[in-house]
């Protein structure tokens, strides 16, 4: 692998980690929200959610497996926070 791939490959990995966080971020808030149906957990979530999909948009490598899983993975997300607030 020359370099110029692993810089490129470095970057990836690290898109990908960033959004993982954010995507654990918003799992939690998922979990808080769903203990506590409150307000703040479910904005906190929608904003972790929105974080996940900007580093997912902004990666290069779009078509990669791992980011179509993390999008699936956001659009789940975004599924529990509109149940959570049609039940309020």
Do not use: C, F, G
């Amino acid at each position: 692998m020359n370099e110029a791939d692993q810089i490129q490959s470095k970057e990836h990995l690290k898109s990908l980690k960033q959004a993982q966080t954010y995507l654990q971020n918003a799992m939690n808030s998922i979990t808080q929200a769903e203990a506590m149906q409150n307000n703040l957990a479910i904005h906190q979530t929608e904003q972790h959610a929105q974080k996940a999909k900007q580093v997912l948009y902004q990666s290069k490598i779009n078509q990669d497996p791992l980011i179509q899983t993390a999008e699936q993975d956001i659009e789940q997300a975004e599924k529990v926070i509109q149940q959570l607030k049609s039940s309020k």
